[in-house]
């Protein structure tokens, strides 16, 4: 069984939709702003959800221990000065570092966009984006994952995510995967964005844990307690495969025959990154060839699947009851083909639920492909 490769944090759509959605509609972690998650415990960053006018209190909110939401409260000055962005974060349940460069009212609408200005920013964390404003220097990328993100605007505030200078990236690949995004999600650039070969931040799969400000700690790198039958290898042993889906098991599961746990429950449990440094839950449920194409599909027969893991998709394959899944997790289906090329939808036989209204709406928004046919009911119901 092959290991599936996500070029970037966000060139997976369901990634690109459900942080898009948890960011507030675009801006749900601002300067002006303490709802999220993370940020509404007390910080003790001076730049972090609150702002700072300070440069040094915001490169220390960048440092590996800081936060992974920093912001400033108005343009800043930093000419000449290097601001070294640095650690691995989780923010609105996806791997992201916002450096947000605005302020906003209490409908989220931006009602000032800030400069920040730098000799360089160097990012070296996963899936940093700069938010609203304008960064006045060069930005050199190191990690995969960059982007922008630019929300609605009141009144009649011009601009957007800008990067007045040179956008650089230390790899053909994280400049390929950054020509992949939406143009929504690029940043406007005054200067050239080129490839200047450095060393690339890599990250190794795993299970973890998110701390308060969203610092990133290992339980365990690579798999857990089940490194191969029910990873890569497959199994249609019911007790295997459970073990892999649990907190210790693995980010990529895969069977290699129907399953059966009728009358059984399942649980997708822990957060998981994948080699890509992309939070990333995978069941493979089909077999395939070189070229990735499905050359037979499988189905695990449940009670009930229950969703707890975020990033969780069903790559090709079918399941036989009914699907929960839980606050703070999400699901979609991988988009596999056939020998023919053709798209080949997966099916739950039986009912999809989701915890909230947004879970169930983000879901609606993703692309038919990423959706499933359900022969049941799709609706908002929590599992007992």
């Known amino acids: 069984m092959k290991k599936t490769k996500v070029i970037s944090l966000l060139a997976v759509s369901v990634l690109s939709v459900s942080l898009l959605a948890a960011c507030g509609n675009n801006n749900s972690s601002s300067s002006s702003d303490n709802k999220t998650e993370q940020s509404s415990k007390a910080e003790v960053f001076a730049g972090a959800t609150q702002g700072t006018d300070s440069f040094a209190d915001l490169q220390k909110g960048f440092a590996k221990n800081g936060a992974w939401l920093n912001a400033t409260k108005g343009d800043m000055d930093a000419s000449g000065k290097t601001l070294t962005v640095e650690g691995l974060f989780l923010g609105d349940g996806q791997v ?23 000799d360089k920013i160097e990012v070296k964390s996963p899936g940093f984006y700069i938010s609203n404003g304008t960064v006045k220097g060069n930005v050199d990328v190191f990690a995969p994952g960059f982007h922008a993100q630019n929300g609605t605007v ?49 990250f190794e799969a795993g299970g973890i844990t998110a ?21 890569t290898t497959g199994t249609k042993d019911v007790s295997v495969l459970t073990k892999a889906l649990g907190k210790d098991g693995a980010w990529l599961v895969s069977a290699n025959g129907d399953v059966d746990a009728s009358g059984k429950d399942i649980t997708v449990d822990g957060t998981f990154l994948n080699e890509d440094a992309t939070v990333q839950r995978t069941l493979a449920m089909i077999d395939q060839n070189d070229s990735h194409q499905v050359t037979k599909s499988h189905t695990l027969t449940v009670d009930r699947l229950i969703i707890k893991s975020p990033g969780f998709d069903l790559e090709g394959g079918n399941i036989k009851g009914d699907v929960y899944v839980a606050e703070n997790a999400s699901i979609k289906a991988r988009d596999m083909k056939d020998t023919d090329g053709k798209s080949i939808q997966s099916e739950i036989d039986g009912n999809l639920y989701f915890a909230t209204q947004d879970q169930l709406d983000t879901y609606k928004a993703l692309d038919a492909a990423n959706q499933f046919k359900v022969s049941g009911t799709v609706g908002v119901k929590t599992a007992k």
């Open 211 to 231: 701390g308060s400000h969203g610092n990133v700690t290992y339980s365990f790198k690579g798999n857990g307690t089940d490194t191969e039958t029910g990873a």
């Open 96 to 118: 992201a570092r916002k450096l947000a460069i605005y302020n906003q009212d209490d409908n989220h609408k931006i009602t000032d966009r800030y400069t920040l200005t730098v």
């Open 154 to 202: 009141a009144g009649s505030v011009a601009g957007e995510a800008t990067i007045d200078g040179n956008l650089t990236f230390a790899s053909q690949d994280l400049l390929d995967a950054y020509n992949k995004l939406p143009d929504a999600q690029k940043v406007k650039v005054t200067g050239t964005t080129s490839v200047v070969k450095g060393d690339v931040v890599s």
